[in-house]
C-alpha cells in the first residue's frame, strides 16, 4: 500500500512571499500520478497541479510549481508571490495507474498567508 | 466546474439510526468515489464505484455500504450510525479512461454529526 507524508501540519507565509510545502510518498510502484490539492475555508477540493511520474520535468500552473524528486520519493510544491486568497489546507495524493483511478492522500498542511 | 451535488449539505442524526447520503453528477463520468475527511487524517476512501453496479471497498468501508444503479447517482448509507462517523464526506468523480488519466473532481462536501 501507498504512504503519503506531509510533515507540515502548519505553515504561514507573508504575502508576496515564496513558500514550500513538503510531501513524501512511500510506493514500490514505478507508473503513477502526483497532485496537490487546495481546501479553502469553503471546504471546496480544488486541483493546484499534478505530475506524471515519467516525466522529468517539473510541472508548473501560474504561480503554482513543483519539484519532484522520483528517487527521493519527494513531491514538494512551491508558491511564488503568495496572494491572501492562497490561505487553505493543502493536500498532496498519490494515484497508481492501474487501480481504479483511487487517490492516497496525505493528512495536509494548512498555510496562512499573513498581510 | 465539473457537476456535481450531494445532498444533504449538512445533517445530524441519532446514533442508531440509519443515514443515506446522495452523489449526483451530471457528467457522465465512469468512476465515483466516497471519502471522508477528519481532523489529522486527510482523506481517506470509503468506498469506490468504476461502473453501474461495480463497487469495491476501500480503506475505511466498515460500517459503510454503497450502491450505483445508474451512472449519475452513487448513494453512500450508514446502517446504523455511530458518533465515530461524525464527519465530513466528499463525493468524487473521475472520467478516467484507459490510457487516459483523469484528476478527482469533488463534490461540496456534507457535514454529518451523529449525537
Known amino acids: 500500500a501507498q504512504t503519503v507524508t506531509q510533515s507540515q501540519p502548519e505553515m504561514s507565509v507573508q504575502e508576496a512571499e515564496t513558500v514550500t510545502l513538503s510531501c513524501t510518498y512511500d510506493t514500490s510502484e514505478n507508473n503513477y500520478y502526483l497532485f496537490w490539492y487546495k481546501q479553502p475555508p469553503s471546504r471546496q477540493m480544488i486541483l493546484v497541479i499534478r505530475?506524471?511520474?515519467?516525466?522529468?520535468q517539473n510541472a508548473t500552473e501560474n504561480r503554482f510549481s513543483v519539484n519532484f524528486q522520483k528517487a527521493a520519493k519527494s513531491f514538494s510544491l512551491k508558491i511564488s508571490d503568495s496572494q491572501l486568497g492562497d490561505t487553505a489546507m493543502y493536500f498532496c495524493a498519490f494515484m497508481k495507474l492501474g487501480d481504479n483511478y483511487k487517490l492516497t492522500f496525505g493528512k495536509g498542511t494548512l498555510l496562512t498567508v499573513n498581510p | 466546474d465539473a457537476g456535481i451535488t450531494q445532498s444533504p449539505r449538512h445533517k445530524v442524526t441519532e446514533t442508531g439510526t440509519p443515514v443515506t447520503l446522495r452523489c449526483h453528477q451530471t457528467e457522465n463520468h465512469r468512476y465515483m468515489y466516497w471519502y471522508r475527511q477528519d481532523p489529522g487524517h486527510g482523506l481517506r476512501l470509503i468506498h469506490y464505484s468504476y461502473g453501474v453496479k461495480d463497487t469495491d471497498k476501500g480503506e475505511v468501508s466498515d460500517g459503510y455500504s454503497v450502491s450505483r444503479s445508474k451512472t449519475e447517482d452513487f448513494l453512500l448509507t450508514l446502517e446504523s450510525a455511530t458518533s465515530s462517523q461524525t464527519s465530513v464526506y466528499f463525493c468524487a468523480i473521475s472520467g478516467a479512461r484507459a490510457g487516459e488519466v483523469y484528476e478527482q473532481y469533488f463534490g461540496p462536501g456534507t457535514r454529518l454529526t451523529v449525537t
Open positions: 505530475q506524471e511520474a515519467y516525466k522529468q
